[in-house]
Each structure stands twice: as C-alpha cells, then as structure tokens.
C-alpha cells in the first residue's frame, strides 16, 4: 500500500451510534490531520497530530474524539452525531507541522452520513 | 485571521484550451504557502502546485503554472492544453507558520469535449 488510506470510504450510522474512522499513512511523515468537507463549506481543519501530540483543536465538538496511538495511524472516534456532522471526512498527513514549506498529503476520505 | 476567496463556484473549458481559475488571499503573515489541490468525484484531494511567498517566480508543474500577484494578494491557477481528464474540483489554500492549511470554497471546472 501507499500514500495515505482511509477506512471505512463510506459510513451509515445514526445518532445514537458509536463508530470510528481510520486513518493510515505509508508516507513515514510525523504529522498527521483531520478535515471535514460538508456540502458548500469550504475545506475544514478538525485536528492536527504531530509526533503523535496532538498540537492543534479546532473547536471541534467533543462528540470527535481523536486518538494518535503513533506516526502512522489517526482515528476519529464518533459517538451521539447529529446529522450536520454528515460529511466528507478526510485524513492528511506531511513531514511535520513547522519549518519550510510541507505538502499535505490527503486519503481519499470517508463520506459519513448520519440518519 | 486567514482567509481564501475563490470566487467561480463553476467553470468551462473547451478540450485543449487554457483556464484560470481564480483565487485571492488575505492574510498579516510575511510569510506564507499558497497551494493548489484538485479533488476528482472520488474524492481524494491531489496537491497540484505551491507557491511560497517570497519566490521570486511563478511556479509551473507541467500544465499547471501559478500567476502568482503579492501586491494584489492573487494566486491563480492556470492550466494549460485543457483534458477531459481535468474536470475537477479545484481548491486554492494557504499555509501558515505552523503548516495549518486554509481552504477556499472550490471552483468546480468541466471541461467540454
């Protein structure tokens, strides 16, 4: 496998559900984040991981929980969604967050729907 | 505070055409990172191009160039030789110190064969 995977790619769950989102890079990069692309919103940063700290919350609810066990996986616990949480939710990651410029590297993304 | 404005939420192109597609930033960094990310129906987000601010030149990457204008605070994506294959979202975004990105809200580009 290579570059960044995401699973599930898409993802039925209601309110009252619990599920979690997977990410996983290839890339050997120490950062790691969470977007979020709902329709006519432009791209959301959710949360940044860096060496497995997490470095940045966006004000995100705390029904997103997070959990960065190491450099190469990310996940994103849900739990009691409210469905305008449904979206596209996509994971990136890059060398690491400070110093030069660093390209993001994005997986293909989960499309979440919450009924 | 950061912000990107992309202000054609479509656009046409004909096959083996040029296109622009416009972007403009606002941002009180003296330093920062201008990308370009293409996002096809499946939707994972492909970066494209990158612009720092204090390069001197446009980028260019193949069919893709960046009219890059500091003083007006644009950095535009231009494709040269249109495909059917570039029809797209495209997302111009900007990075800051700590390589948080900043997205604009897209412009979706068709291209007409």
């Known amino acids: 496998e290579t570059g960044v995977t995401q699973t599930p790619r898409h993802l039925v769950m209601g309110m009252t559900n619990k599920k979690s989102l997977k990410c996983e890079q290839h890339l050997g990069h120490n950062a790691m984040y969470w977007y979020k692309q709902s329709a006519k919103k432009p791209l959301e940063l959710m949360f940044v991981y860096n060496f497995k700290e997490q470095t940045e919350n966006n004000s995100v609810p705390s029904r997103f929980s997070p959990e960065c066990p190491n450099s190469s996986h990310l996940f994103l616990h849900l739990h009691t969604l409210q469905p305008e949480d449904s979206a596209l939710y996509l994971c990136?990651?890059?060398?690491?967050?400070?110093?030069?410029?660093?390209?993001?590297?994005f997986g293909p993304g989960t499309r979440l729907t919450v009924t | 505070a950061q912000k990107i404005t992309q202000t054609q939420p479509g656009m046409f192109v004909q096959e083996k055409e040029a296109v622009t597609l416009d972007c403009t930033y606002d941002t009180s960094d003296p330093s920062y990172g201008l990308f370009w990310y293409k996002q096809p129906s499946s939707g994972e987000m492909i970066f494209l191009i990158y612009?720092?601010?204090?390069?001197?030149q446009n980028a260019t990457e193949g069919r893709y160039s960046l009219n890059f204008q500091k003083a007006r605070k644009s950095a535009n994506l231009v494709i040269s030789a249109s495909q059917l294959g570039d029809s797209a979202m495209y997302f111009c975004a900007m990075r800051n110190a700590g390589n948080m990105l900043t997205f604009g809200g897209g412009t979706r580009l068709m291209v007409k064969p």
């Open positions: 990136a990651s890059s060398i690491n967050t400070g110093g030069g410029w660093d390209e993001q590297y």
């Open positions: 612009q720092g601010s204090y390069d001197q």
